[in-house]
């Protein structure tokens, strides 16, 4: 069974920075898109970043110059660099990783979630 665990959320003033790390871990699995994604309060779950194996980045336009997704494949770890933050990021992020594995097959998988809060 594939696993990702998600680290480096908390509470941040508008224009500071958070970096995010998502670390995919099990047996016998292969890893091609990663991403984030994030839901507010009362909102639906949106696209942040997505990151293919061929490293070819894709971003919300809401998070475009701020953000930067990156990935070191040897560890299987996906990576959210945040900046210029703002309140209207506060959300939980969850990482996500479309994973082949063994008899599963291929399947999306979910982080439990990070919270991250901008706020003065």
């Known amino acids: 069974q594939v696993q990702l665990v998600e680290s480096g959320g908390g509470l941040v003033q508008p224009g500071g920075s958070l970096r995010l790390s998502c670390a995919a871990s099990g047996s016998n699995f292969r890893i091609s898109t990663m991403g984030w994604y994030r839901q507010a309060p009362g909102k639906q779950r949106e696209l942040v970043a997505t990151?293919?194996?061929?490293?070819?980045?894709n971003y919300a336009d809401s998070v475009k110059g701020r953000f930067t997704i990156s990935r070191e494949n040897a560890k299987n770890t996906v990576y959210l660099q945040m900046n210029s933050l703002k309140p209207e990021d506060t959300a939980v992020y969850y990482c996500?990783?479309?994973?082949?594995?063994?008899?599963?097959?291929?399947?999306?998988?979910w982080g439990q979630g990070t919270q991250v809060t901008v706020s003065s």
């Open positions: 996500n990783g479309l994973i082949s594995s063994g008899s599963i097959g291929t399947r999306n998988y």
């Open positions: 990151i293919p194996s061929g490293n070819n980045t």
